[in-house]
């Protein structure tokens, strides 16, 4: 193979030795116009987890976005990550922990009710071999939409008809509760709808739980508040292995963990969900562990190391086997 230098990559005589015109039959495949399916694997002492894409969102985001930081630093920010100037990318990773005893679904994804490009979880689902009836139980780490919807499609019905439903009992009491309705902002009163809309008639079926309470064994839950009033986390062991769920203690890493100080507009406690995340990124650093966040590049797991100013978010290898 010729050397390329630089000099020859420019002015074309190199790349032609790299153009797919080189090879005949690489040219005459058809592209595959579609995406692969987006499912990670991988293992915590015994039990087996699945990350389940179910796609992103590019959140319009205005000079409200962040309460105690200017708007062209939140710019500079973005620009710092190689993001859009007015949008959060904001992508959906759901958790299945196979715990060998019950089969447990961490947040529900959007029910393709929040963008056009979200709503693949269950497409995703069937490409990991999971039969949605299959779930025998939901975790729910808050109630924002994206986080809940998936738990009904857009008639209603049940997504995953055989499983129970675990929330935080802090979470119910707030958003299904009237009088905090009645007295919420208007953009924040559809959120309250929205909640009714998943749970009004299924209640029954949601277990509570306190901070603290294992949702399975190996799964304990620590409350996460800031965020919403029940916001939870979920630290899940197995033989001498760790994972902290995170929900949504951060959304995008490049935004929240570099600048960790910044009270975003959806946090219904600013103050409150910046010593949360701090107090749990702190402990993650120190203690090297394992995490995963809702809203980070899929498959949305890796580690964060502590930095002058913040936190960085290093992203798993792949892994070819468990
Ligand atoms: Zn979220």
Not at 268 to 292: C, H, N, Q, S, Y
Request: hydrophobic share 45%.
């Amino acid at each position: 193979m010729p050397r390329l230098t630089r000099r020859a990559l420019l002015a074309g005589s190199g790349a032609a030795a790299l153009s797919p015109r080189a090879d005949p039959a690489a040219a005459a495949a058809p592209p595959a116009g579609r995406e692969v399916p987006g499912i990670y694997r991988y293992r915590i002492g015994t039990f087996e987890l699945t990350a389940l894409y179910d796609g992103i969102w590019y959140r319009p985001i205005t000079d409200k976005f962040i309460r105690n930081a200017s708007f062209a630093e939140v710019e500079s920010a973005l620009a710092d990550a190689f993001m859009p100037a007015d949008k959060l990318a904001t992508p959906f990773t759901t958790l299945i922990v196979n715990t060998g005893k019950r089969l447990i679904l961490i947040d529900t994804g959007t029910g393709g009710q929040i963008a056009p490009s979200a709503g693949a979880l269950c497409d995703n689902l069937v490409a990991a071999g999971i039969d949605p009836k299959t779930i025998d139980l939901i975790v729910i780490s808050h109630f924002h939409p994206d986080h809940i919807n998936g738990i009904k499609d857009k008639d209603n019905e049940l997504v995953f008809p055989n499983a129970e439903i675990m929330a935080s009992a802090a979470e119910w009491n707030f958003w299904m509760d009237d009088a905090n309705m009645t007295a919420a902002p208007a953009d924040l009163r559809l959120t309250f709808r929205n909640q009714w809309r998943i749970f009004s008639d299924i209640a029954r079926n949601v277990t509570r739980f306190t901070p603290g309470a294992e949702v399975a064994p190996g799964i304990v839950t620590l409350a996460a508040p800031g965020h919403t009033p029940g916001h939870t986390v979920f630290a899940i062991h197995s033989g001498d292995q760790s994972l902290l769920v995170l929900g949504d203690t951060a959304q995008h890493p490049a935004v929240f963990a570099r600048h960790p100080d910044w009270q975003a507009a959806f946090d219904i406690d600013g103050e409150t969900a910046v010593a949360t995340r701090k107090k749990l990124f702190d402990r993650a650093a120190a203690d090297r562990m394992l995490v995963t966040g809702y809203h980070f590049p899929f498959p949305a797991c890796g580690h964060l190391i502590k930095t002058a100013s913040g936190y960085e978010h290093v992203p798993v290898e792949w892994q070819p086997t468990l």
